[in-house]
């Protein structure tokens, strides 16, 4: 299982999808999960998904829009192209497939993020309630 966490760790809550990914490193129960974390998705990370010996992918992000903690499979929907520099899982999964001809299942976990002002540490809403609570479920 590969796990990617991304996110600005400089603008608090957008952050917790790399504070979750760090986090599992130091869980004994997630051992053998791989663990690749940035500050946003980037065209390279389809040569870690397309390792043979990858499974399956789930992706971290934090969403000003999610009210709670929710995970959603990718579907192998063809994306529509990406624009500019951000790229979203589908699109780094579309490229895993089509430059290297592996595309393992995906999903989405989603964290709700409270606070995207300046600073590095999440508030205590996204470390307790949200960053806690994903890795006991």
Do not use: K
Request: glycine fraction near 10%.
């Amino acid at each position: 299982m590969l796990v990617i966490g991304y996110g600005n760790t400089l603008r608090r809550d957008d952050g917790a999808g790399v504070r979750l990914a760090e986090a599992l490193v130091e869980d004994p129960l997630c051992s053998g999960i791989r663990v690749e974390t940035g500050h946003q998705l980037t065209p390279e990370m389809a040569v870690l998904i397309a390792e043979a010996d990858v499974q399956g992918v789930i992706f971290f992000d934090a969403d000003v829009q999610a009210v709670e903690v929710s995970l959603a499979r990718l579907d192998d929907a063809v994306p529509s192209p990406s624009a500019g520099h951000h790229l979203t899982p589908a699109t780094v999964m579309l490229y895993a497939d089509r430059l290297y001809g592996h595309r393992p299942a995906a999903w989405t976990v989603s964290l709700p993020a409270f606070d995207l002002g300046h600073g590095d540490q999440l508030t205590e809403q996204a470390e307790g309630g949200v960053v806690d609570e994903a890795i006991r479920d």
